[in-house]
């Protein structure tokens, strides 16, 4: 399978992208270039190995949920800049 010109631009249109003839040619070439590449994997004899879910060995690394006090609400806010109350004041992010 090797991908040709006009795919490349129909990939492109989907992704919104806009390149030059160039550079379309350019992508070709280095796609055709990565399905070569795994055609090579299709050779490789796996008839006796076994397939992996994880390649790596590991067991659960989590913490134990334990509960714990949670900081106080006049700590949290000692070192905020600009506070209001109990809450801390930020500048407004939306637009109306």
Known sequence: MSVTLKDVEHIASLAKLEFN????EEFTVELNKILEYVEKLNELD????????YPVPAQNVFRDDILVESLPREKALENAPEKDEQFFKVPKVINQ
Request: charged share 25%.
């Open 46 to 53: 796996t008839e006796n190995v076994e397939p992996l879910s």
């Open 21 to 24: 003839t160039g550079e379309l």
